[in-house]
Each structure stands twice: as structure tokens, then as C-alpha cells.
């Protein structure tokens, strides 16, 4: 499997995997993801930005992440707290195709973004989701990350977590 950064080319193999993820949720009875959002607009301005991430095996992109270095503003105010102040970097619009399920790679998503953080000297990861996204809150609590609240986002309200990370330089 290999981790890279999205390109333009890789957009419409996004979308149908956002698609997947979109149809996933309604069968589940997720109310996330419902009403349009996230757009395919969406996606072309996260490889835009560099902030999407894809991962490939085979030639065929099975899964995708947003990561964001730019902050957050719907976490400024939060019914809790967070774990600091400290920079992070937040994932965002995880999904995975068809293809990819039962391979691991809602973890392994998360270890990249991880990763990156500490390439980039960040020793933080916020991530927020549905409260009836089980799939993701599972994932998160199985990767260490720790609940701190509620946020509100333009739909609704928005279970938020952090990790901590720790870095090591000159390892």
C-alpha cells in the first residue's frame, strides 16, 4: 500500500469512494454525510490545497483523508476542552472504497496523519465525527485518541477528539 498526497487525476476515483462512504452512512442510519456534503467541489479544493491524501495498492486509490495544518475555526469553542493549545493538525472526510474495507485502513489512515503531523514538527491531532458514526469513534478510541467534547459545525453538533503526539528529534 502506498501513502501519498492526492492529485487532480485521482479525483474522480475520490469521488466515487465518497459516494460509497455517503451510502454506507444512510444504510447504517448515519445522519452524517446526509445532505450533499461533502461536495465534490469539496474534494478538488482539498487536492487544491494539498490537503488530500489518498492510498493506492495496485494502481487503484482504496481510500482517502483530508489533513488540514490550517486550524479549525468551529473548534475555537468547544462544550468541554481540548487535551491543549498546542498546533494540530485536523483530519478531515475519511473514506474508504469497497475495495479497502477490512483491510485495516481506517488505523492505518490515522497512523499516516500521525506521521505527518510529526514530519511536520505538530504534535497534535483533532479529528471530530457524528455521534452515530460508531465506525469512526471505534477507530479513534482503538488509535488512543481521547474524547473532549462537543463542537457545532454548519449541520449540528460534532463529537471532538485529540491525540496528543509525541515527538523525538534527532531519532
Not at 38 to 51: G, K, M, S, V, W
Not at 97 to 102: C, E, F, N
Not at 131 to 141: A, G, P, S, W
Request: hydrophobic share 35%; glycine share 10%; with cysteine.
Amino acid at each position: 500500500m502506498l501513502f501519498r498526497q492526492a492529485q487532480i487525476g485521482d479525483l474522480e476515483a475520490i469521488w466515487q469512494i465518497i459516494l460509497y462512504a455517503k451510502e454506507t452512512m444512510r444504510q447504517r442510519g448515519s445522519q452524517q454525510w446526509q445532505d450533499g456534503y461533502p461536495f465534490r467541489e469539496t474534494i478538488a479544493q482539498d487536492i487544491a490545497r494539498c490537503y488530500g491524501y489518498v492510498v493506492e495498492e495496485q494502481g487503484e486509490v482504496i481510500a482517502y483523508m483530508a489533513i488540514s495544518g490550517d486550524g479549525e475555526p468551529t473548534y475555537q469553542k468547544i462544550e468541554g476542552a481540548w487535551l491543549d493549545e498546542a498546533p494540530y493538525i485536523v483530519i478531515h472526510r475519511m473514506a474508504v472504497s469497497p475495495q479497502g474495507k477490512g483491510k485495516g485502513l481506517g488505523s492505518y489512515l490515522i497512523q499516516e496523519a500521525e506521521k505527518t503531523a510529526v514530519f511536520k514538527g505538530i504534535g497534535s491531532i483533532r479529528v471530530d465525527t457524528n455521534f452515530d458514526n460508531d465506525v469512526m469513534k471505534h477507530i479513534l478510541q482503538k488509535q488512543g485518541y481521547i474524547y473532549c467534547g462537543i463542537i457545532e459545525v454548519r449541520d449540528g453538533k460534532r463529537e471532538a477528539f485529540q491525540k496528543s503526539l509525541i515527538i523525538t528529534y534527532g531519532s
